[in-house]
């Protein structure tokens, strides 16, 4: 799993390290640098790890290192270091000052600091276990469409599309196969004991709306699948149905198919869901993480963060620290990352001054009919 990122001028951040956990959950204010610590990571895979990262790739498009330096640094270095399964590896410049050639290039290449062979022995091996057992759902994805596209030119199998959109080709696929979880991995719902995966991604699809059934299909000849939804028997095209449900399907399915040992990244799981939807789908990235899968999620909802925590005061075997809060802010010269620990009850080691506060200040002013 990715134990540490150390990134030196990489945009908003100077040098900040974050000590990753089973499951990372960024928050804070819109523009502070949420989404540059997961582009820092997202950046490694689409890359393959190679010893050469492009900055322009399928998920991510960051531009040439004049866009991604820190334009407050004194220096021109740029380093983004990685700690994957106890191997570190190190990419960016250290030497100063580069020349114009390099400040116009998107390339990244290996650090100095790095044993070339040894390194790409160890990407090699980092490689090959992202690639067939990891999901990244950006925040634009796809909402209800008539057909999404078929393609065999996937990531993987269980590839969903940075925007969801082969999601109705994983769910045919699923709906045949009799891929099952764990015994007693912590994702079997709690309504039923089937260990199979589609009838848990079912089960989980209901607590965001009661009775759902997805019936997915692909017509393999056309390149195009499609998705609709049962409700008492009845069945609807997806454009006639809540928009929460096409948006929220890539999100639980990622979550549930994964496999221990993998990697989830998700931009707002939250979105279009109400709260009791936000809270399950809170509890579902918790048992996920416990499940053995590493999760990396961006929020900015109150109810998905509770949702976690209430997942981690009821179970049996989550201990202290397994989740952390990452409450990012803007600051003078970089952006200020504060760590907020889950314990085993469900509580925060430390409520940040702006850290989900919203509510308690509405109500205050309601109260008091005194804005602040």
Same mark, same amino acid.
């Given at each position: 799993m990715f134990e540490r990122i150390n990134l030196t001028n990489f945009k908003c951040y100077k040098n900040t390290q974050f000590k990753m956990k089973d499951l990372v959950v960024f928050c804070g204010n819109n523009s502070v640098g949420k989404s540059t610590a997961i582009?820092?990571?997202?950046?490694?895979?689409?890359n393959g790890f190679s010893s050469s990262l492009r900055l322009d790739g399928d998920f991510i498009k960051l531009g040439s290192y004049k866009e991604v330096h820190n334009m407050d +640094?004194?220096?021109?270095?740029?380093?983004?270091?990685?700690?994957?399964?106890?191997?570190?590896?190190?990419?960016? *410049?250290?030497?100063?000052?580069?020349?114009? *050639?390099?400040?116009?290039?998107?390339?990244?290449?290996?650090?100095?600091?790095m044993d070339l062979d040894w390194a790409d022995s160890v990407a090699n091996k980092v490689r090959e276990k992202y690639k067939n057992n990891f999901n990244f759902l950006c925040a634009e994805r796809w909402g209800p469409r008539d057909n999404y596209p078929y393609s065999n030119q996937r990531r993987s199998r269980s590839w969903l599309g940075i925007h969801g959109e082969y999601t109705a080709q994983v769910l045919t696929n699923l709906l045949e196969s009799s891929k099952s979880l764990g015994e007693g991995d912590l994702r079997i719902h709690d309504k039923i004991t089937s260990r199979l995966v589609i009838d848990n991604f079912t089960e989980w699809m209901g607590e965001i709306s009661?009775?759902?059934?997805?019936?997915?299909?692909?017509?393999? %000849?056309?390149n195009i699948s499609t998705n609709q939804f049962v409700f008492d028997g009845h069945t609807?095209? +997806?454009?006639?149905?809540?928009?929460?449900?096409?948006?929220a399907l890539p999100v639980v399915l990622s979550l549930v198919m994964a496999r221990p040992g993998g990697l989830v990244i998700i931009e707002n799981p939250e979105a279009h869901l109400h709260p009791k939807g936000q809270s399950y789908m809170g509890? /579902?990235?918790?048992?996920?993480? !416990? +499940?053995?899968?590493?999760?990396?999620? !961006?929020? %900015?909802?109150? %109810?998905?963060?509770?949702?976690?925590?209430?997942?981690?005061? /009821?179970? $049996?075997? *989550?201990?202290?620290?397994?989740?952390?809060?990452?409450?990012?802010?803007?600051? !003078?010269?970089?952006?200020?990352?504060?760590?907020?620990?889950?314990?085993?009850?469900? $509580?925060?080691?430390?409520w940040p001054k702006g850290f989900f506060d919203q509510q308690a200040e509405d109500i205050r002013t309601l109260m008091k009919g005194v804005d602040r």
């Open positions: 582009q820092s990571i997202l950046l490694l895979i689409q +640094a004194n220096t021109d270095s740029l380093l983004l270091e990685a700690v994957i399964d106890g191997h570190r590896l190190s990419w960016g *410049y250290e030497q100063d000052p580069l020349s114009e *050639y390099e400040k116009d290039s998107n390339l990244l290449p290996f650090s100095e600091s009661p009775d759902t059934f997805v019936k997915s299909d692909s017509i393999t %000849h056309a609807y095209r +997806a454009t006639n149905v809540g928009f929460g449900l096409s948006y509890r /579902l990235i918790q048992k996920t993480a !416990e +499940a053995g899968v590493q999760v990396i999620i !961006e929020t %900015h909802s109150d %109810h998905l963060l509770n949702g976690i925590r209430v997942a981690a005061r /009821l179970s $049996e075997t *989550y201990e202290t620290g397994a989740s952390r809060v990452f409450f990012v802010s803007s600051g !003078e010269e970089q952006s200020n990352v504060e760590s907020i620990e889950i314990g085993d009850k469900g $509580e925060l080691s430390n």
